[in-house]
């Protein structure tokens, strides 16, 4: 007599469901585009029914926020276990740089993360979404450099948001195939000038 496969609880088939949907959506937007992905071809390659998406999500959109939050934390993760206490300031902050270059290479990453979710969700949403999840991690960083007699006088959170773009646009260019030593060289002269400021 061959062994039947346990049952699967209510909350598993709702996981699995869930899962599906996202990865669906994850590889058309990533291969399609967010604008040129219908959601009959989202359920489609999901193998569920229409009826499933609206029951884990309210629309497209609320689709798209799911999968940025989903990969936001990853991201996050990947930081937070790729960096330590007790490094120089500038050491921890360029582990953390490679650490986001590193984890924005993921395929599909960084045109989810930097293109298709601000136009989507648009710019506020996405920088809630990214103090949710690890995003404020740069500005602890700076404020603790402050802290320890770096950056006097230096208004942290504009300068917080240039570093965020300048990392953001150095990942979206090594996931497009750029030379990531070249980036990390490049991005350690920065932090190393933006530290000299006492």
């Given at each position: 007599?061959?062994?039947?496969?346990?049952?699967?609880s209510q909350a598993e088939r709702r996981a699995e469901t869930r899962k599906a949907l996202l990865d669906a959506a994850r590889a058309l937007f990533v291969d399609k585009g967010y604008a040129e992905t219908g959601t009959p071809e989202i359920v489609k390659r999901a193998n569920v029914t229409r009826g499933a998406l609206y029951h884990h999500f309210e629309d497209k959109p609320d689709l798209m926020r799911a999968l940025v939050q989903q990969e936001a934390e990853a991201v996050a993760t990947e930081i937070a276990s790729d960096t330590n206490t007790g490094q120089s300031p500038l050491d921890a902050f360029m582990a953390g740089a490679s650490a986001y270059f590193c984890a924005l290479s993921v395929p599909g990453r960084a045109k989810i993360l930097l293109l298709e979710g601000p136009?989507?969700?648009?710019?506020?949403?996405?920088?809630?979404?990214?103090?949710?999840?690890?995003?404020?991690?740069?500005?602890?960083?700076?404020?603790?450099?402050?802290?320890?007699?770096?950056?006097?006088?230096?208004?942290?959170?504009?300068?917080?948001?240039?570093?965020?773009?300048?990392?953001?646009?150095?990942?979206?260019?090594?996931?497009?195939?750029?030379?990531?030593?070249?980036?990390?060289?490049?991005?350690?002269?920065?932090?190393?000038?933006?530290?000299?400021t006492k």
């Open positions: 007599m061959q062994d039947e496969k346990p049952r699967r136009t989507v969700l648009g710019l506020e949403e996405m920088a809630e979404i990214d103090r949710t999840t690890g995003g404020a991690t740069l500005l602890e960083g700076l404020q603790h450099s402050a802290a320890h007699g770096y950056l006097q006088d230096v208004p942290l959170e504009p300068l917080a948001e240039l570093l965020s773009a300048a990392f953001d646009r150095a990942a979206l260019e090594i996931a497009n195939g750029a030379d990531r030593s070249a980036y990390e060289t490049a991005t350690k002269t920065l932090l190393a000038g933006v530290l000299a």
